[in-house]
Nanobody, 122 residues
Protein backbone atom coordinates (compact mmCIF):
# COMPACT_ATOMS: atom_id res chain seq x y z
CA UNK A 1 0.00 0.00 0.00
CA UNK A 2 1.17 3.51 -0.78
CA UNK A 3 0.49 6.28 1.69
CA UNK A 4 0.85 10.03 1.39
CA UNK A 5 0.37 12.35 4.32
CA UNK A 6 -0.27 16.07 4.16
CA UNK A 7 -1.55 18.96 6.22
CA UNK A 8 1.40 19.75 8.41
CA UNK A 9 2.59 23.28 9.04
CA UNK A 10 3.48 25.91 11.58
CA UNK A 11 0.91 26.74 14.24
CA UNK A 12 0.94 28.58 17.54
CA UNK A 13 0.41 26.77 20.79
CA UNK A 14 -3.29 26.28 21.38
CA UNK A 15 -4.00 26.13 17.68
CA UNK A 16 -5.35 23.36 15.49
CA UNK A 17 -4.35 21.38 12.43
CA UNK A 18 -5.85 18.52 10.49
CA UNK A 19 -3.58 15.98 8.90
CA UNK A 20 -4.72 13.85 5.99
CA UNK A 21 -3.40 10.65 4.50
CA UNK A 22 -4.47 9.06 1.24
CA UNK A 23 -3.92 5.37 0.63
CA UNK A 24 -3.71 3.32 -2.53
CA UNK A 25 -2.73 -0.16 -3.59
CA UNK A 26 -4.87 -2.26 -1.22
CA UNK A 27 -8.56 -2.36 -0.46
CA UNK A 28 -8.60 0.47 2.04
CA UNK A 29 -11.67 -0.65 3.94
CA UNK A 30 -10.04 -3.94 4.88
CA UNK A 31 -7.26 -2.71 7.12
CA UNK A 32 -6.63 -0.44 10.06
CA UNK A 33 -4.67 2.78 9.93
CA UNK A 34 -2.52 4.67 12.35
CA UNK A 35 -0.62 7.87 12.97
CA UNK A 36 2.84 8.04 14.48
CA UNK A 37 5.22 10.91 15.10
CA UNK A 38 8.91 11.45 15.53
CA UNK A 39 10.29 14.51 17.25
CA UNK A 40 13.87 15.68 16.65
CA UNK A 41 16.30 13.44 18.47
CA UNK A 42 13.58 11.07 19.65
CA UNK A 43 12.23 7.72 18.61
CA UNK A 44 9.07 7.39 16.61
CA UNK A 45 6.03 7.06 18.85
CA UNK A 46 2.47 5.92 18.43
CA UNK A 47 -0.20 8.62 18.30
CA UNK A 48 -3.51 7.08 17.26
CA UNK A 49 -5.04 4.17 15.38
CA UNK A 50 -8.40 3.31 13.88
CA UNK A 51 -9.83 -0.03 12.80
CA UNK A 52 -10.97 -0.85 9.30
CA UNK A 53 -14.61 0.04 9.98
CA UNK A 54 -13.90 3.21 11.92
CA UNK A 55 -14.17 1.60 15.32
CA UNK A 56 -11.62 0.09 17.69
CA UNK A 57 -9.79 3.37 18.12
CA UNK A 58 -6.69 3.81 20.22
CA UNK A 59 -4.86 6.93 21.38
CA UNK A 60 -1.61 7.63 23.11
CA UNK A 61 -2.20 9.08 26.55
CA UNK A 62 -0.36 12.24 25.57
CA UNK A 63 -2.96 13.13 22.92
CA UNK A 64 -6.21 11.84 24.42
CA UNK A 65 -8.87 14.53 24.45
CA UNK A 66 -6.95 16.69 21.97
CA UNK A 67 -6.51 14.53 18.87
CA UNK A 68 -9.21 12.70 16.93
CA UNK A 69 -8.54 10.06 14.31
CA UNK A 70 -11.14 9.34 11.65
CA UNK A 71 -11.38 7.74 8.24
CA UNK A 72 -13.43 7.93 5.07
CA UNK A 73 -13.33 4.57 3.33
CA UNK A 74 -15.07 5.96 0.25
CA UNK A 75 -12.16 8.34 -0.27
CA UNK A 76 -9.35 6.08 0.98
CA UNK A 77 -8.50 8.74 3.53
CA UNK A 78 -7.53 8.81 7.17
CA UNK A 79 -7.40 12.03 9.18
CA UNK A 80 -5.92 13.31 12.39
CA UNK A 81 -7.65 16.34 13.82
CA UNK A 82 -5.40 18.04 16.36
CA UNK A 83 -6.56 20.76 18.72
CA UNK A 84 -5.00 22.51 21.70
CA UNK A 85 -1.60 21.88 20.20
CA UNK A 86 1.46 22.14 22.42
CA UNK A 87 5.11 22.75 21.55
CA UNK A 88 5.81 19.16 22.55
CA UNK A 89 3.56 18.02 19.69
CA UNK A 90 6.20 19.28 17.27
CA UNK A 91 7.27 16.33 15.15
CA UNK A 92 7.14 14.71 11.77
CA UNK A 93 3.85 12.85 11.59
CA UNK A 94 3.53 9.62 9.64
CA UNK A 95 0.51 7.62 8.61
CA UNK A 96 0.78 3.85 8.56
CA UNK A 97 -1.28 0.87 7.42
CA UNK A 98 -1.92 -2.32 9.32
CA UNK A 99 0.41 -5.11 8.31
CA UNK A 100 -1.42 -7.54 6.07
CA UNK A 101 -2.49 -10.64 7.95
CA UNK A 102 -1.91 -9.14 11.39
CA UNK A 103 -4.45 -8.94 14.19
CA UNK A 104 -5.67 -5.40 14.71
CA UNK A 105 -5.20 -5.45 18.48
CA UNK A 106 -1.48 -6.03 17.95
CA UNK A 107 -1.22 -2.62 16.24
CA UNK A 108 1.30 -4.04 13.82
CA UNK A 109 1.91 -1.61 10.95
CA UNK A 110 3.73 -2.69 7.84
CA UNK A 111 3.46 0.25 5.45
CA UNK A 112 4.48 3.85 6.05
CA UNK A 113 4.04 7.06 4.19
CA UNK A 114 6.38 9.99 4.01
CA UNK A 115 5.96 12.30 6.93
CA UNK A 116 4.45 15.73 7.25
CA UNK A 117 6.06 18.22 9.61
CA UNK A 118 4.05 19.83 12.37
CA UNK A 119 5.71 22.69 14.22
CA UNK A 120 4.02 24.22 17.25
CA UNK A 121 5.48 27.50 18.42
CA UNK A 122 5.19 28.69 22.00
Amino acid sequence: VQLQASGGGLVQAGGSLRLSCVASGRTFSRYGMGWFRQAPGKQREFVAAIGWSGGRIYYADSVKGRFTISRDNAKNMVYLQMISLKPEDTAVYYCAAQREGSIWSSLDFGSWGQGTLVTVSS
